[in-house]
């Protein structure tokens, strides 16, 4: 169903909050059909968001070590993978 959510076991560093919270709110978004709140909407997403990216914590620690790496970096790190690269590159 969310195709867009990245795999975030295995990752090496390990998951941050930041990347873990982005996750639970895309689902949040997929699964409510919302895509930005509004005074309505508000609570309800943030209460979920919180609910699911602490499920995902335990989720994260309670599953063994993954015997190879996700197939691609989260969002957050291909942004920060593409900055080294192009401060790499001469000229």
Avoid at 46 to 66: D, G, K, N, S, W
């Amino acid at each position: 169903m969310c195709r867009n959510i990245t795999t975030l076991r295995g990752l090496d560093p390990a998951a941050t909050d930041v990347e873990i919270e982005a996750a639970a709110r895309q689902y949040v978004r997929k699964v409510g059909g919302v895509q930005t709140t509004s005074p309505r909407t508000e609570e309800a997403v943030e209460r979920a968001v919180a609910a699911i990216a602490e499920a995902t914590r335990v989720l994260l620690a309670e599953l063994p070590e993954r015997r190879q790496p996700p197939p691609t970096l989260p969002p957050l790190r291909r942004r920060e993978a593409a900055a080294r690269a192009a401060a790499q590159t001469p000229g």
